[in-house]
């Protein structure tokens, strides 16, 4: 994976972004129909 965002070539860089990303999906996926989720970043 090259992160070209912040000029780095390196194969690792986007590594935690990804992995974050799907925690957050595998999360998601145990709720049901009628959950609502409430979500900030910043």
Known sequence: MS???NEASES???KPLL???Q???Q???Q???GSVVIS???
């Open 3 to 5: 992160a070209k965002f």
């Open 12 to 14: 690792e860089v986007g």
């Open 19 to 21: 992995e974050g990303i």
């Open 23 to 25: 925690a957050i999906q």
């Open 27 to 29: 999360s998601l996926k």
């Open 31 to 33: 709720l049901d129909e």
């Open 40 to 42: 900030s970043i910043g």
